[in-house]
């Protein structure tokens, strides 16, 4: 059964404070998807990372995906109240038509102002 | 920008009633999903469908559930015959390739 864990699963920070999330798995992701879910809505897509080593930004996000494509990171930089939300980590193995997705349990971000 | 759509946004029914949730996936996508989030729990895969078949499905996605793809445009879940435990957000979800867009989700209780 493949997992994906995430961490932590609650983070609190002040205004301006740098953050990283991870997302961990002993599972090889043939893809990894970023999503941001408000309370009540559905998840919304911020990036997806396929190749082992990849970054990408999106302004003050960050994302990597790991060498092994096992892992991957979000850090924000100088967060702001805006970025408050629910952070959820989804893998895809794609094989063949199969690309269901494998989610993290997420992470929930408070930026204090 | 195209964007997944569901309807209703709610529903409540009754234990042992069947409900139809509504997706109109992105158009030029050709892989289709359902998913489901009990709340404080985490999404959950149900059931993908590619070249109007089911490709992949979930334990959870028993012989009470069905997926239909009536016309060129609608994606449909179907409950037979609703459980209590059924309750929860249901999302729709569609993709070219590897990259799935969701839609807002519908919310079922189930009393």
């Known amino acids: 059964t493949q997992l994906l864990e995430q961490s932590p699963q609650f983070l609190s920070i002040q205004e301006g404070e740098n953050l990283t999330v991870y997302c961990n798995s002993s599972s090889v992701f043939s893809s990894l998807q970023w999503y941001r879910q408000e309370p009540g809505e559905g998840p919304v897509l911020l990036v997806t990372v396929v190749t082992g080593g990849e970054v990408k930004k999106l302004k003050r996000l960050t994302f990597q995906f790991g060498d092994a494509r096992k892992d991957s990171s979000l850090h924000i930089t100088a967060a702001q109240p805006g970025d408050t939300g629910l952070y959820l980590c989804?893998?895809?193995?794609?094989?063949?038509?199969?690309?269901?997705?494998?989610w993290g349990l997420g992470t929930s971000l408070a930026v204090n102002p | 920008e195209p964007e997944v759509t569901q309807t209703p946004s709610h529903q409540v029914t009754q234990m042992g009633q069947e409900v139809i949730l509504r997706c109109v996936p992105i158009?030029?996508?050709?892989?289709f999903y359902w998913y489901r989030q009990i709340l404080g729990q985490k999404v959950e895969f149900l059931v993908s469908?590619?070249?109007?078949?089911?490709?992949?499905k979930s334990e959870i996605f028993d012989d009470q559930f069905s997926v239909e793809r009536p016309d060129g445009s609608n994606f449909t879940l179907k409950i037979r015959s609703t459980k209590l435990e059924d309750s929860a957000m249901y999302f729709c979800a569609s993709s070219a390739l590897w990259t799935q867009y969701f839609g807002p989700g519908t919310r079922l209780l189930v009393l």
């Open positions: 158009s030029n996508h050709l892989y």
């Open positions: 469908f590619y070249n109007n078949e089911i490709s992949e």
């Open positions: 989804a893998g895809a193995s794609n094989a063949g038509n199969n690309r269901k997705l494998i």
